[in-house]
């Protein structure tokens, strides 16, 4: 008789409420504070918690297998290098790519996006080329790619967002051109919440010559996402918003592309021959991984995606699709709160966070005030200064769901911020 994992079998269970399933496996989420309050984390799009087995797969390498990989032809060289590429293997089938060779650890997806402008940008693009990007974009989105233009003359266009704070598809239409050689843009909005129509964005750049990176360290964790199926060109990820480490990411690209495109550091590892005046490159992907990797860091996301799986990310997004339904009707009950990006039932697809404004109250001072009833949410300009400057104000409030959080907790934050909005008004 075959005996269900018990992470299969609790996801199995039930189809719907899953942060009453799974939320005990995340050890800090079960934490008070100083006087007794539950811990509500609601600050997932900043980094995710991380579950006992990922803490679990970290001690165990570390307790058991530390080594260098690749190199080493002792038995726990051996077991680490195993452990290391079988995280880049559950790496490309998270995202359905068609080999590990396409999946390039990095320390974060802004070194991954970086590792594209100064590989692949510096030795293809010039004077006059377009790479086309967003306002709604990260800045890891946004800096890597001025820097590129001051190094090659480059032009970067922008392509604004509609009314209700979704991707203006006319406005990107009008700015594509025979000129445009990369569009770069984020898949879910992590201050608007929109999720960008790539299905449609992806097949208008390819028409007229266009590479396409999509930034997705806002959906991976909340969506089944196949890079095969999206077509595109280029992806990033970063493993703390995925359940996993600190420290740790990752590129997904064609295999032609990464075949063509030069190193982006140089050092150990990433060679296959080294003399006096030249060197030859190691095959992919360990030409793009200069240096001793970060092997612990790989073993946890690589355990932190298999948990994602054995869930399903289907399950997953069905159930913040609730969460987020819940949060929203919540909010706005709240007089003069305005919440930025589309609404559930203008964009069901959209992601599990709600960015807001509330009339007469900065949003810094509704974030102190309700973290001291132990109320995490996340208030400034979530690195999307040119966003807010557009929208005219300084910083957002913002509050970011998991398949973790519970009706309860959000019912409670709505509760505390409806609190904390009438005393910052009545002593304004």
């Not at 390819?206 to 930034?215: E, K, N, P, Q, R």
Request: charged share 20%.
């Amino acid at each position: 008789m075959t005996t269900l994992n018990p992470l299969i079998a609790r996801s199995s269970a039930n189809s719907g409420n899953l942060s009453s399933r799974f939320r005990a496996d995340f050890p800090i989420l079960a934490q008070k504070t100083p006087d007794d309050r539950p811990l509500i984390y609601l600050d997932h799009a900043a980094t995710s918690q991380k579950p006992q087995q990922v803490i679990d797969a970290m001690q165990r390498y570390y307790s058991c297998d530390n080594a260098n990989v690749h190199r080493g032809a002792h038995q726990l060289s051996a077991r680490a290098t195993e452990s290391f590429e079988s995280a880049r293997t559950t790496a490309a089938g998270f995202v359905g790519a068609h080999s590990p060779r396409e999946i390039v650890f990095t320390r974060n997806a802004s070194e991954a996006i970086n590792l594209v402008a100064r590989s692949w940008g510096d030795s293809t693009l010039h004077e006059g080329d377009e790479v086309l990007l967003t306002v709604m974009e990260h800045h890891s989105n946004l800096v890597p790619w001025q820097l590129l233009a001051q190094r090659t003359g480059c032009v970067l266009r922008h392509v604004g967002i509609t009314d209700d704070g979704r991707l203006d598809l006319e406005d990107f239409q009008e700015k594509l051109s025979e000129r445009t050689r990369l569009v770069s843009l984020v898949h879910i909005s992590n201050t608007l919440g929109c999720c960008n129509p790539l299905e449609s964005v992806i097949p208008a750049a390819h028409a007229v010559g266009a590479l396409v990176l999509v930034d997705a360290c806002q959906s991976l964790a909340h969506q089944s996402i196949d890079v095969v199926a999206l077509e595109a060109d280029f992806l990033v990820g970063s493993s703390h918003k995925l359940c996993g480490p600190t420290g740790m990411g990752f590129l997904w690209a064609r295999e032609t592309l990464l075949e063509a495109m030069p190193p982006f550091l140089g050092g150990g590892e990433m060679i296959q021959d080294v003399f006096l005046d030249h060197s030859t490159w190691a095959v992919l992907p360990h030409k793009f991984e200069a240096g001793t990797p970060a092997i612990g860091e790989a073993v946890g996301m690589g355990a932190a995606l298999h948990y994602l799986q054995e869930i399903g990310l289907d399950a997953i997004q069905a159930w913040e699709a609730q969460l987020t339904q819940h949060l929203f009707a919540r909010l706005q009950a709240i007089d003069g709160l305005r919440i930025l990006g589309p609404t559930p039932e203008q964009q069901p697809g959209r992601g599990a966070l709600a960015t807001f404004l509330v009339e007469g109250v900065h949003a810094n001072d509704i974030a102190a005030l309700i973290d001291a009833s132990g109320i995490c949410i996340r208030s400034g300009h979530h690195c999307c200064q040119p966003l807010h400057r557009l929208y005219g104000v300084s910083a957002s409030a913002r509050a970011s769901l998991s398949f973790t959080s519970t009706m309860e907790e959000i019912d409670a934050f709505a509760e505390e911020l409806s609190s904390t909005v009438s005393f910052l008004r009545e002593h304004s």
